[in-house]
């Protein structure tokens, strides 16, 4: 019982030194009942679970995002949500029996029958995984989401949206067509850094009031706001900030081609 007892308070201790992360448990994902015009839809929720390897790699495939959160268990689960259409219901139910999902050896990832007509298939992940872990996840047309893991982490999508929350480390990645919203907490950024960019898509960056680090914001085609008071050094760049917040820190990076830049303060109790 104290042995247990210690784990936790270790764990609730690591918890609380990475930037205020979470234990998230709640399972959100889950098939719901929407249509698609004239085509039949089937879906499936499916759950594996293995040991946290220390890394994870997700390929979302061309159809399907990924959502990846940190949790104080030394394992790792996977739901994954397997969605078909067809012309009838029946051919759609037969389309989801067919994929297969590998989630082992710290990689994840669908292969299924050939796509072709008005009938498809795709498959979207919620995974749940150890807060130290070293990620990375790719997608076509799919979101990426990270929140509560420290690591190295990089992801890459083309068509959708990123949402970074608590996260540390070294996080590097990009979309191509989507909006960028990144959520710090904690006192400073806990690794090396965070560089995150999008080509077509607006960002916005919260920041609480109480943080420290060094902040650079580009847009080449959008507005730039920001709520810290800024001092202005040298010439002025309308479409860049660079500054320090409280005492500065690791670099904090973000930047759109095509679109606005807000960097937002939040109190302290709000960013936890």
């Known amino acids: 019982m104290t042995l247990m007892k210690g784990f936790g308070l270790a764990a609730i201790i690591a918890s609380m030194a990475y930037g205020q992360m979470q234990d998230n448990q709640t399972k959100q994902m889950r098939c719901n009942d929407s249509s698609d015009g004239d085509r039949a839809r089937a879906c499936e929720i499916r759950e594996q679970t293995f040991p946290g390897l220390g890394r994870l790699s997700v390929d979302g495939g061309q159809n399907g995002g990924a959502t990846v959160k940190g949790w104080l268990r030394n394992e790792v689960l996977v739901r994954s949500k397997v969605e078909a259409w067809a012309d009838t ?15 082992a050896g710290g990689q994840v990832s669908a292969n299924g029958p050939s796509k072709g007509g008005d009938g498809g298939w795709s498959v979207s992940y919620e995974i749940f995984v150890p807060q130290t872990t070293d990620l990375s996840l790719k997608a076509h047309n799919g979101g990426i989401s990270i929140s509560d893991v420290r690591g190295r982490i990089e992801f890459d999508t083309v068509n959708g949206g990123v949402h970074l929350k608590r996260v540390a480390g070294d996080v590097s990645g990009n979309t191509k067509n989507g909006g960028l919203t990144v959520d710090l907490a904690g006192p400073t950024w806990e690794g090396r ?49 660079d500054f320090n917040v409280g005492s500065g820190g690791p670099l904090i990076h973000v930047s759109t081609h095509n679109g606005g830049v807000h960097v937002k303060k939040v109190s302290t109790s709000a960013a936890l």
């Open 89 to 103: 219901d029946s051919q759609a139910h037969a389309v989801v029996g067919q994929v297969q999902v590998q989630a």
């Open 193 to 241: 850094q965070l560089e995150a960019q999008t080509q077509n898509g607006g960002v916005t960056i919260s920041i609480p009031e109480t943080y420290s680090a060094h902040v650079m914001a580009e847009t080449v085609n959008g507005g730039m706001s920001t709520d810290f008071p800024l001092t202005l050094q040298g010439n002025l760049k309308t479409r860049q900030l």
